[in-house]
T-cell receptor, first 115, second 117 residues
Framework: AQKITQTQPGMFVQEKEAVTLDCTYD???????LFWYKQPSSGEMIFLIY??????QNATEGRYSLNFQKARKSANLVISASQLGDSAMYFCAMRFSNSGYALNFGKGTSLLVTP | EAGVAQSPRYKIIEKRQSVAFWCNPI?????LYWYQQILGQGPKLLIQFQNNGVVDDSQLPKDRFSAERLKGVDSTLKIQPAKLEDSAVYLCASSPLPTGGSSYEQYFGPGTRLTVT
């Protein structure tokens, strides 16, 4: 069975600090993709970052980086220099090569950035 | 480039009534997805189309939900009759056909928030 686990229901971080959001997964499929999406209160899912299972280097996109530890089956999102606008729900998701490319989402982590 | 469009944004209906949602994907995107997001949970795939064919509808409650994508562009999702547990946000997403080495991430619309009373 393929499963995504986000164990942090809510996180607080002070503005300008870095924060790590945890994500672990369970799969026996050797080929998969890992995604992080942001969902502000407006409801739209915004793509942040992608990591392929065969990628050798950790993905980075601006202030977002993905700490990919394949042996531990974890794909944590690191947000550096947090901004007030980063306050939102964050979802980790996996795509499996045999799933028609649909995404399997975790339950999400609510991040609140404080001044 | 225009994003994924959905309408309506909000809908309130009574149980046992019917409702339909509409989605217009990003131009040129062959793949279209409908997800259901219940409050406090991550989105769950209901159905996936590639062009106008169904790729995966294994989690679609077919006794009450139906979806179509005529001409491989717009799509409609219908619920008939609605139940209280159908209250959720219905998200439409689209992506291009996968090519080697691409992340082909999905682009989401703003969603339709359905409340069944």
């Amino acid at each position: 069975a393929q499963k995504i686990t986000q164990t942090q229901p809510g996180m607080f971080v002070q503005e300008k600090e870095a924060v790590t959001l945890d994500c672990t997964y369970d799969t026996s499929d050797p080929s998969y993709g890992l995604f992080w999406y942001k969902q502000p209160s407006s409801g739209e899912m915004i793509f942040l970052i992608y990591q392929g299972s065969y990628d050798q280097q950790n993905a980075t996109e601006g202030r977002y980086s993905l700490n990919f530890q394949k042996a531990r089956k974890s794909a944590n999102l690191v947000i550096s220099a947090s901004q007030l606008g980063d306050s939102a729900m964050y979802f980790c998701a996996m795509r499996f090569s045999n799933s028609g490319y649909a995404l399997n989402f975790g339950k999400g982590t609510s991040l609140l950035v404080t001044p | 480039e225009a994003g994924v469009a959905q309408s309506p944004r909000y809908k309130i209906i009574e149980k046992r009534q019917s409702v339909a949602f509409w989605c217009n994907p990003i131009s040129g995107h062959a793949t279209l997805y409908w997800y259901q997001q219940i409050l406090g949970q991550g989105p769950k795939l209901l159905i996936q189309f590639q062009n106008n064919g169904v790729v995966d509808d294994s989690q679609l409650p077919k006794d009450r939900f139906s979806a179509e994508r005529l001409k491989g562009v717009d799509s409609t999702l219908k619920i008939q009759p609605a139940k209280l547990e159908d209250s959720a946000v219905y998200l439409c997403a689209s992506s291009p056909l996968p090519t080697g080495g691409s992340s082909y991430e999905q682009y989401f619309g703003p969603g339709t928030r359905l409340t069944v009373t």
